[in-house]
C-alpha cells in the first residue's frame, strides 16, 4: 500500500511549535514502514510543488491529513495547498474530471466525476477540546455536532475527487491508541 501523509502545521513561535502533530505524522509513517508500506510525506508548510502533489494523490491508496485545529478548522496554508494542489489535478484531468454532471447524461449526481475511487482519505486532528465537546446535544460550542461535521470542508474536496472517507467517533487520544486505530481502520483485511 501507498500512504502520503500531509502535516498542515503552521508554527506559531512560543505558542504553537508542531511537536505533536510531527509526533502523530512519524508515528503513522513507522506504523506503515515497519508493515511493508510505501510512505511519502508532504509538509506543506515547507513548501511543494502542486504537480508532484497531484502524482502523489494519484500513486496514494491512503491519505492521511495530520493537522492541528486552528480557529475550527485546518491553519490557512492547508486551504492554499487545496487549491493550488486540487486545481492542478483538474487541469490535468489527473484527480478529476469536472465535478460528474454531463450534458449527455443529466441524471449523474454534481460530485460524482472524482478518478480517486477505491483510494481512503483520513484525518488526524489534533485539538484543545475535551472529547466531551463533541457529539454533544448539549454542548454550548458545537450543539451535538462531531469531530465528522465539523470537517465536512475538508472531507468533501477528498469525495469530490473520489476518495472514501474514515471517519470514527473514538479518535485515539494518545500515541499508544495512535497504533490500534491504524491498524485496525486503515489497513484492514489482507494488508
Same mark, same amino acid.
Given at each position: 500500500?501507498?500512504?502520503?501523509?500531509i502535516? $498542515?502545521?503552521?508554527?506559531?513561535?512560543?505558542? +504553537?511549535?508542531?511537536?505533536?502533530?510531527?509526533?502523530? &505524522?512519524d508515528?503513522?509513517?513507522?506504523?506503515?514502514?515497519?508493515?511493508?508500506?510505501?510512505?511519502?510525506?508532504?509538509?506543506?508548510?515547507?513548501?511543494?510543488?502542486?504537480?508532484? !502533489? @497531484? %502524482?502523489?494523490?494519484v500513486? /496514494?491508496?491512503? @491519505?492521511?491529513?495530520?493537522?492541528?485545529?486552528?480557529?475550527?478548522? $485546518?491553519?490557512?496554508?492547508?486551504k492554499?495547498?487545496?487549491?493550488?494542489?486540487?486545481?492542478?489535478?483538474?487541469?490535468?484531468?489527473?484527480?478529476?474530471?469536472?465535478?460528474?454532471r454531463?450534458?449527455?447524461?443529466?441524471?449523474?449526481?454534481?460530485?460524482?466525476?472524482?478518478?480517486?475511487?477505491?483510494?481512503?482519505? &483520513?484525518? +488526524?486532528?489534533?485539538? %484543545? /477540546?475535551?472529547?466531551?465537546?463533541?457529539?454533544?446535544?448539549?454542548?454550548?460550542?458545537y450543539?451535538?455536532k462531531?469531530?465528522?461535521?465539523?470537517?465536512?470542508?475538508?472531507?468533501?474536496?477528498?469525495?469530490?475527487?473520489?476518495f472514501?472517507?474514515?471517519? +470514527?467517533?473514538?479518535?485515539p487520544?494518545?500515541?499508544?491508541?495512535?497504533?490500534?486505530?491504524? !491498524?485496525?481502520?486503515?489497513?484492514?483485511?489482507?494488508?
Amino acid at each position: 500500500m501507498n500512504v502520503l501523509i500531509i502535516n $498542515a502545521h503552521l508554527a506559531y513561535p512560543g505558542w +504553537s511549535e508542531g511537536k505533536l502533530n510531527l509526533a502523530f &505524522m512519524d508515528h503513522a509513517k513507522a506504523f506503515f514502514t515497519a508493515r511493508g508500506h510505501q510512505v511519502a510525506e508532504t509538509y506543506v508548510e515547507r513548501g511543494y510543488d502542486p504537480e508532484e !502533489e @497531484v %502524482n502523489k494523490h494519484v500513486s /496514494a491508496d491512503l @491519505v492521511i491529513l495530520q493537522t492541528p485545529v486552528n480557529w475550527f478548522s $485546518a491553519p490557512w496554508i492547508y486551504k492554499k495547498y487545496v487549491d493550488e494542489v486540487f486545481n492542478a489535478g483538474l487541469t490535468t484531468k489527473a484527480l478529476l474530471e469536472g465535478d460528474g454532471r454531463t450534458r449527455q447524461d443529466p441524471s449523474r449526481q454534481y460530485g460524482s466525476g472524482g478518478l480517486m475511487q477505491g483510494r481512503r482519505f &483520513m484525518i +488526524s486532528a489534533t485539538w %484543545n /477540546a475535551p472529547r466531551e465537546a463533541f457529539d454533544n446535544p448539549n454542548g454550548v460550542l458545537y450543539g451535538g455536532k462531531g469531530t465528522g461535521d465539523l470537517f465536512l470542508h475538508i472531507t468533501s474536496n477528498y469525495k469530490f475527487m473520489g476518495f472514501d472517507i474514515f471517519k +470514527s467517533p473514538d479518535i485515539p487520544s494518545s500515541l499508544e491508541d495512535y497504533s490500534r486505530h491504524l !491498524e485496525e481502520h486503515c489497513l484492514g483485511e489482507g494488508a
